[in-house]
């Protein structure tokens, strides 16, 4: 008989990251493939991704910029997963907490410290706010998250164009697509990293340890698992779910201040930056672990930098696009390789 | 099965071997079907059964061993294969889609389904099926709405469309009424009779003597023996399972006679309850529930007790009526509220609302006890305590665990009921309501578990024991209440019953009632 595959349901962790590993090899062998036809010299792009984003200062900064919101936004998407749920409308909490962080950066005088603290909170309130109607719908009258979720993207959207643009519109140095400079910055510690990038590096971490070594973390899990068996132990699902999907837009909602206070200053339409829906590849890369937000966050970050290089080289935004794409389809398809090996059946024995 | 030169097997499993991390499921392993035979498989809880099979079916890769139909070796890479060879098999735990029709699901990854086929179109083919088979099923109906028996035959019809030559049933009888045990049982034997085979596996012995030819004995993962029914009794097939010679019974010297009735400390005050359909469940039920007693509630599953369990514990909330316990009514009956109180709870549906099948031994084993130290210190969750407490409930259920960081569903089906019990049993302060707590689990695991049930009523706990073995019932209880559509028909003294009287109650019949 010949060789075939056989599916095992379990996979160790060593198994999956190599197949990871191999996939992403493979995406990118195959896209170097193809801009070598196309003309392009990939190894010397290949070397200028690697030398730029990992072999200088300021690579390693731009790269820190871009980790900084997808750690969060990542961890936000993941823990709704743990419950179940899925945040489509991190991108809209983002715009939120970006939003509220302005308007406060904009309009209320203080000591900096003391208004980075008020910026902080008010940011993972503003997140939070703009989940509160889906989580109340989905709580009280099981509406889809993901629906509410996604629509409220929109919302937020359209409310950050137009105060950017409309009443909030810089008039000092006379942009037309911008809020003006928000005075209050987080501090930086290397070159123009912030200290948002630790906040962000510690979250995930400190949401593992609740998870595993705190009563709320246990009646997490449990309601996440079974959301029967959590009613049956005496555990109120409903308030775990609630202060969940609050958790969730908070943690997007301070990406949107970090964002605002450490990295760009001011408030602008495109300043999500599509971090949002990248949280949710992510979350999918992170398989529901907090930790793997690490892991996930890192991988699309560099992904992210390596796009912006290529343009400077000349390609177009959709080459990079494609090449993104490649990369997570890849990742995805030796997600399920893991799953298989190839066997020959024995010889008989009887 | 004559003993005359046997015809060649359809099956043949030569030398399997199956080993998890920590544990040895299979070893050695040989086992023949004939056809038109039907071969039950026994052993204890955690023998290796279900992993037999499991590696029959494609479902896990053996470690050693061939696996040869009609003498040709095999080798299945999924349950697809299988079955597309003709072996089908019906699990422990249904895997129906739940949101689908019957018909869709009978005609879910079949590659006879016709394409774009309409509602109605599916609708017919599996009413044509169900007729061929003797199985009836609606096929408009929703999984979700289904009893067990009738999931049961949605699942056995899913296989046999398919032609199979070879049924593999684990445990079917676990969740059926009499009734419908003894419907399926015909539907077997009609499809022996066209010369088709069945493996069956069961830890009820009587049952296994009724329907099978021939029985295969596995014990610690490997085989025991293979012997015609004929030479066997039941008391000798209880003996190779374990091992050695078993003392069963003993239950009724094991009940502390009691100089007076123990005062109520449970009781049920006119209440009335919906179930999941939003249909009448329970209906202006009153019952007193003593403390150190054992109070039966004998019935077919399905009469509302499930609603009664759960409005016991605090799990469904009643439309109307008091729950008073120790004589003072809960005004909001919660299930935290019975936990404080010190009531557990083994549920009937134990995958759905008992464990959460993916997360660790760990933590499904401390459900009852993690808002306590010494797992809990305020707001923190001690692992290494929770483990400390798992180990010690595995232990004193009898369950050996290769790592409590496995995720439970990696159990045999009995050991995870052997933890729940064993969990719930901790807890009871007050009472315990038990639903149908011996189901999956094997004979010696049983008897264990009723003289548990009676040290903790001689304790003076109160312990409610739903059931649908009225030897069981008549064996342990000190009273029984019937149930049928919702209502307690009759309260008895157990020792003044009458299994007649019961019988007749269980199926609605009402000459006269009389409360003890
Ligand atoms: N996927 C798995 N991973 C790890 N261990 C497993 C797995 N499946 C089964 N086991 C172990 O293999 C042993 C045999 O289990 P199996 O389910 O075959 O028992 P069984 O005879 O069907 O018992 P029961 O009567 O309780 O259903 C058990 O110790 C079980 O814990
Ligand atoms: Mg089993």
């Known amino acids: 008989m010949a060789l075939h595959f056989v599916r095992s349901p379990v996979v160790s962790s060593a198994r999956a990251l190599t197949a990871r590993v191999i996939g992403f090899v493979l995406a990118l062998g195959l896209g170097a493939l193809v801009l070598g036809i196309a003309g392009f010299d990939s190894l010397h792009l290949g070397r200028q991704i690697i030398v730029k984003s990992l072999g200088s200062q300021f690579g390693l900064e731009d790269l820190g910029l871009l980790y900084t919101p997808l750690l969060l936004t990542g961890l936000a998407v993941t823990v709704m997963a743990r419950m179940g749920l899925w945040n489509i409308g991190a991108d809209g909490q983002f715009y939120l907490g970006a939003f509220v962080t302005t308007a406060i950066g904009l309009f209320i005088k203080g000591p900096e410290p003391f208004m980075l603290v008020l910026m902080f909170f008010a940011g993972a309130a503003g997140g939070a706010l703009w989940i509160l109607v889906p989580t109340l719908a989905k709580a009280y009258a099981k509406v889809d998250e993901i629906i509410t979720t996604l629509l409220l993207n929109f919302v937020a959207l359209l409310l950050v164009y137009y105060v950017a643009t409309g009443p909030w519109r810089d008039r000092v140095s006379g942009t037309t697509a911008s809020t003006g400079r928000v005075p209050y910055k987080m501090p930086d510690f290397f070159g123009s990293l912030h200290w948002g990038f630790v906040i962000a590096l510690a979250a995930p971490i400190l949401f593992a340890l609740a998870l595993r070594y705190t009563k709320w973390g246990y009646e997490v899990r449990l309601s996440g698992a079974n959301p029967d068996a959590a009613h049956y132990a005496g555990i109120p699902v409903r308030r775990r779910l609630i202060t969940i999907m609050l958790l969730s837009g908070a943690i997007a909602g301070i990406a949107g201040m970090l964002e605002v206070a450490g990295t760009v200053h001011r408030l602008q339409g495109g300043i999500s930056n599509n971090y949002g829906y990248l949280g949710v590849m992510v979350a999918v890369l992170a398989r529901g672990s907090a930790l793997g937000v690490i892991a996930g966050a890192f991988l699309m970050a560099l992904i992210l930098n390596a796009g912006i290089i290529l343009q400077t080289q000349g390609l177009t935004t959709s080459a990079v696009l494609a090449l993104t794409g490649l990369i997570m389809l890849f990742t995805a398809i030796a997600d399920q390789f893991a799953h298989y090996r190839l066997v020959r059946p024995r010889a008989a024995t009887a | ?516």
């Open chain 2, 1 to 516: 099965m004559p003993a005359s030169p046997s015809p060649r097997p359809i099956v043949a499993l030569r030398g399997i071997g199956k080993v998890f991390p920590g544990v040895i499921a299979n070893a050695d392993v040989d086992f023949d079907l004939l056809p038109g035979e039907i071969h039950a498989l026994l052993g204890e809880n955690g023998a290796g059964k279900s992993t037999l099979m499991n590696v029959l079916t494609g479902i896990y890769r053996p470690d050693s061993g061939a696996i040869l139909m009609d003498g040709k070796e095999v080798a299945f890479a999924s349950p697809v294969e299988a079955i597309a060879a003709g072996i089908g098999m019906v699990h422990q735990h249904f895997k129906l889609v739940r949101a689908f029709t019957v018909a869709e699901n009978v005609h879910l990854g079949w590659k006879e389904t016709p394409r774009l086929a309409s509602k109605s179109v599916l609708e017919a083919r599996t009413r044509a099926l169900s007729e061929r088979y003797g199985l009836a099923v609606r096929p408009e109906a929703r999984i979700d709405e289904l009893s067990a028996g009738e999931q049961q035959r949605v699942e056995i019809l899913r296989v046999l469309a398919r032609q199979a030559r070879v049924l593999i049933l684990d445990e079917p009888t676990a969740v059926l009424t009499p009734a419908e045990a003894r419907v399926l049982f015909k539907a077997l034997r009609a499809f022996k009779d066209a010369g088709n085979s069945v493996i069956f596996i069961s830890h009820k012995l009587d049952e296994v003597m009724e329907i099978a030819d021939r029985v295969t004995v596995l014990r610690g993962g490997r085989k025991v023996l293979t012997e015609t029914t004929e030479n066997c009794t039941t008391t000798k097939l209880a003996q190779w399972m374990v091992g050695r010679e078993m003392v069963l019974g003993g239950l009724r010297e094991a009940i502390v006679p009691r100089s007076e009735a123990g005062r109520i400390v449970l009781a049920l005050d006119h209440v009335s309850a919906s179930d999941d359909r939003g249909r009448k469940g329970l209906i202006e039920v009153d019952l007193p529930v003593r403390a150190g007693e054992i109070l039966g509630i004998a019935g077919v599953a399905g009469n509302g007790q499930r609603e009664l369990s759960e409005v016991l514990t605090g799990i469904r909330r009643p439309d109307s009526g008091r729950i008073l316990v120790e004589g003072v009514p809960l005004d909001d009956p919660s299930p935290d509220v019975f936990l404080e109180l010190g009531v557990g709870h083994i549920p009937e549906d134990r995958i759905k609302s008992g464990i959460a099948p993916s997360l660790p031994i760990s933590d499904n084993a401390v459900m009852r006890a993690y808002g306590e130290a010494p797992i809990a210190h305020g707001i923190f969750f001690s692992p290494k305590a929770a483990d400390a407490l798992a180990k010690q409930i595995a232990d004193d259920a009898a369950v050996t665990i290769p790592s409590l960081r496995t995720p439970i569903r990696n159990l045999s089906g009995g050991n995870q009921q052997r933890l729940v019990a064993r969990r719930e049993m901790r807890i009871a302060r007050l009472a315990i309501v038990a639903a149908y707590p011996s189901r999956g689990l094997d004979v010696g695991a049983i008897s264990t578990l009723l003289h548990y049930l009676i040290d903790l009523r001689n304790q003076g706990v109160a312990v409610v024991l739903i059931s649908e073995e009225l030897s069981e019932l008549f064996d342990v209880t000190d009273r029984i209440a019937v149930m049928f559509k919702g209502r307690v028909m009759g309260l008895y003294e157990t020792k003044d019953a009458d299994l007649e009287r019961v019988g007749l109650l269980m199926g609605g019949q009402t000459q006269q009632t009389e409360a003890a």
